[in-house]
């Protein structure tokens, strides 16, 4: 899998953050995840989701 699955993607600080804080430290980790468990993040937004999904679909993979 490529380098960029061990970093996020550019969705701004106040969403990296939150996802940091909720244990989502890289876009790996974020296969399979619930966007709707995603969207109660604070600071987490739909523009922010779209980029996310946008990032693991370019690897052949989603959210839940």
Known sequence: ???DLDTLPKIGAPASRALRDAGYPT???LVGVP???LAKLHGMGPKALGIIQDALERHGLSLG
């Open 1 to 3: 899998m490529s380098a």
């Open 27 to 29: 876009l790996r980790d």
């Open 35 to 37: 966007r709707a468990e």
